[in-house]
């Protein structure tokens, strides 16, 4: 199904707390991608990595977090400082610079 | 960083004619330009990108054209049918081919 995998398709979460969604990819790619999509609205760019250990911010970084422990995973930690979560969470990697990015499926993310 | 308008938001078309979708960009050394496509409910697909040492490229009923001294590319549908309905996101990769920002969709509606 692609080889990236994003869980779980729909998230509740209550204000205030933390949640995390998962991204696992099994295509040996190097680069990964998280972003946001609002409804009637493009992607915009929360984080990203390039290699192990190491990730940059996107536009909109503020209120999340990431981790790439592992090249096949990486994680992105929405915070009680985003201050407007509910969104639709894509993931995608990347084999090289200037290639193909693959998404995930995404996962929903509402606020209740 | 790079900034990617596109326009239109939203497009109508009969089936049978074609569909054009712009975008320009502003980092004049971006040289990576996807197209992407996403059925409703789906994650974004790669339909076609372009090179900056390329100024068009064509599969099938889909062509894309780029004009890096003015900074923008297109892309062409023709003949459209019913399952071309989705919305179409443009992209350009800032010069390190590590950091892929996308346009603000079009939601292209084929009319039977």
């Known amino acids: 199904d692609g080889g990236i995998t994003q869980s779980p398709k729909y998230l509740f979460r209550k204000e205030g707390q933390n949640v995390t969604l998962s991204c696992e990819q099994n295509l040996n790619h190097d680069a990964m991608y998280w972003y946001r999509q609002d409804p009637g609205q493009g992607l915009r760019l929360i984080y990203y990595s390039q290699i192990v250990n190491d990730f940059q911010k996107g536009d909109i970084a503020e209120g999340y977090s990431v981790s790439r422990e592992k090249k096949e995973s990486f994680p992105l930690t929405v915070t009680s400082a985003q201050k407007n979560p509910t969104a639709f969470y894509l993931c995608?990697?990347?084999?090289?610079?200037?290639?193909?990015?693959?998404f995930g499926q995404g996962t929903r993310l509402t606020v209740v | 960083g790079e900034n990617v308008e596109q326009h239109p938001s939203t497009l109508s078309v009969q089936e049978g004619d074609s569909a054009v979708i712009k975008c320009t960009y502003s980092?004049?050394?971006?040289?990576?330009f996807p197209w992407y496509k996403q059925e409703l409910g789906k994650r974004p697909q790669l339909i076609i990108d372009i090179r900056s040492n390329v100024g068009e490229k064509k599969d099938q009923r889909i062509a894309v054209t780029l004009n890096k001294t003015a900074k923008h590319f297109s892309l062409h549908i023709t003949e459209t049918q019913p399952e071309d309905s989705a919305v179409y996101f443009c992209?350009?990769?800032?010069?390190?081919?590590?950091?892929?920002?996308f346009g603000g969709g079009t939601r292209l509606m084929v009319k039977p």
């Open positions: 980092d004049s050394a971006s040289n990576y």
């Open positions: 995608a990697s990347q084999w090289q610079k200037n290639t193909e990015a693959f």
């Open positions: 992209a350009a990769t800032n010069n390190a081919g590590n950091m892929l920002t």
